[in-house]
């Protein structure tokens, strides 16, 4: 099993609709989860840090469910700039990072 | 301010020849980290530095592959011999750990594209 699992996509999404990307991981003593961004032919960017309670930041919201080792990450009313790769990405050492392949979302007019 | 520098951007070489990546991190981050990207294998660890020392380079795939960290402004990725299975994105990206902001990140260099033939 792969350590951190993503739907790789594409979502094709009209502006202004709500979606949400799932990951699985695999390693319960994971310790600190991230959602990047990457767009295309670019370097990753952190879009958010991800917590047990819930965190949302404008129209990014991130979940955590510890005991079924899930992250969630729910874009709300889409532009066309959200259009990009996003990586869900899991720490647990206490600097190395595990990436998953991503998820590809296509937000069209 | 000036992000993680990598040079070069693109590179294109034959089988055999030697490639070597540089890379020049955040001034004041003391970790360093090499990934290579695929869309096979999407983004994989090869090697990281923590105050110019090498912690964990179990993701280096073989013998081929050798990273130096002399000082805190600069590492190299050396890939001596090149192979075609070698062609993907090398990215850089470092980190100053958890700092003031009690935030970790990781900020990426904008990636050298090789292209082994």
């Known amino acids: 099993r792969k350590e951190v699992e993503q739907d790789p996509g594409p979502f094709n999404v009209p502006e202004g609709a709500t979606v949400a990307f799932n990951c699985t991981y695999s390693?319960?003593?994971?310790?600190?989860f991230f959602w990047y961004r990457q767009d295309c032919r670019k370097e990753p960017k952190l879009l958010m840090s991800?917590?047990?309670s819930g965190n949302e930041d404008g129209r990014f919201t991130a979940q955590l469910n510890r005991a079924s080792q899930y992250i969630s990450l729910l874009i709300r009313d889409s532009k066309l700039s959200d259009s990009a790769t996003y990586l869900c990405?899991?720490?647990?050492?206490?600097?190395?990072?595990?990436f998953g392949k991503g998820t590809m979302l296509l937000v069209s007019p | 301010d000036a992000g993680v520098i990598q040079s070069p951007r693109h590179e294109v070489t034959e089988m055999g020849q030697e490639v070597t990546l540089r890379c020049k991190p955040i001034?004041?981050?003391?970790?360093l980290f090499w990934y290579r990207q695929t869309m096979m294998r999407g983004l994989e660890l090869l090697i990281y530095?923590?105050?110019?020392?090498?912690?964990?380079d179990s993701g280096m795939p073989e013998d081929r592959f050798s990273a130096k960290m002399p000082n805190a402004s600069f590492s190299t990725l050396k890939i001596q011999p090149s192979e075609p299975r070698d062609s993907a994105v090398y990215f850089c990206?470092?980190?100053?750990?958890?700092?003031?902001?009690?935030?970790?990140?990781?900020?990426f260099g904008p990636g050298t594209r090789l292209t082994v033939t």
């Open positions: 990206a470092s980190s100053s750990g958890y700092g003031t902001s009690g935030r970790y990140e990781q900020y």
């Open positions: 390693n319960s003593a994971s310790q600190s």
């Open positions: 991800v917590y047990s």
């Open positions: 990405v899991v720490r647990k050492g206490y600097s190395t990072l595990t």
């Open positions: 001034s004041g981050h003391n970790s």
């Open positions: 530095f923590n105050n110019n020392v090498p912690i964990d």
